[in-house]
């Protein structure tokens, strides 16, 4: 059983660019989240796509944008980076989509984003 | 809103110690509660969760019990090893028009020494 991968595991971007983060969701899973953990703070949430459909958003400019493609893979897009976008971005994915409860959420190592 | 709150750490123990890493919540209705676990370099682990009131989750030695009364999930181990050495998160879930999302804590960092 393949788990969540991510990529790349590092990026560096100046403020003002544009950066896709790439995930393949758990084989079997078709729900992904994305969170954003700063440095020393737990991860919040930014979004979810449940086959294909955005299904969820946490408090987040439209800068921050995703997709969810048909083998249940997501991409998240950041816009008009700046510094404090600077974190860690975690993809998890869950097999459950719509409110269902007690799905556990299986997270990748994540991708480490510094915006200079 | 929803929220967890953790007890701020870092928290440094010698190998065999008692661990407990304090955790209240605030929330509308009744959440799952989470212990997550992150290695260094690593993304999120499950360690451990709890459904309903009075439920205990246990996994690899750690234990929490969800106590409604004090809104609490406090983490438990009574014999730690330096593997343990990790950041522990505690979340709750919510659930938010279609989608469930976790509410983490700020995380407490563990490190235990031989």
């Known amino acids: 059983e393949t788990g969540v991968t991510q990529s790349p595991t590092h990026l560096i971007k100046t403020r003002g660019q544009q950066v896709t983060l790439r995930c393949s969701s758990q084989s079997g899973h078709n729900t992904v989240s994305w969170y954003q953990q700063a440095l020393g703070q737990g991860p919040q949430f930014i979004f979810q796509y449940y086959r294909e459909e955005e299904n969820g958003r946490g408090n987040f400019p439209p800068r921050f944008s995703g997709l969810q493609f048909p083998n249940y893979s997501s991409e998240l897009n950041v816009n008009a980076l700046e510094l404090d976008d600077s974190a860690l971005y975690l993809c998890a994915s869950s097999l459950e989509g719509l409110g269902t409860g007690s799905s556990p959420l299986h997270f990748g190592n994540g991708t480490r984003l510094t915006v200079t | 809103g929803d929220s967890v709150t953790q007890m701020e750490g870092p928290v440094t123990l010698s190998e065999e110690a008692f661990l407990t890493i304090n955790c209240t919540y605030t929330a509308t209705g009744y959440p799952s509660l989470f212990w997550y676990v992150q290695y260094p370099g690593e993304g999120l682990q499950l360690l451990l969760k709890a459904t309903k009131a009075d439920d205990k989750g246990s996994n690899k030695g750690f234990e929490a019990t969800y106590r409604k009364e004090t809104t609490s999930f406090h983490l438990e181990k009574g014999s730690v090893q330096v593997s343990d050495s990790a950041v522990y998160f505690c979340?709750?879930?919510?659930?938010?028009?279609?989608?469930?999302?976790?509410?983490f804590g700020k995380g407490t960092k563990l490190t235990v020494n031989p």
């Open positions: 979340a709750l879930s919510k659930t938010q028009g279609g989608s469930e999302k976790l509410v």
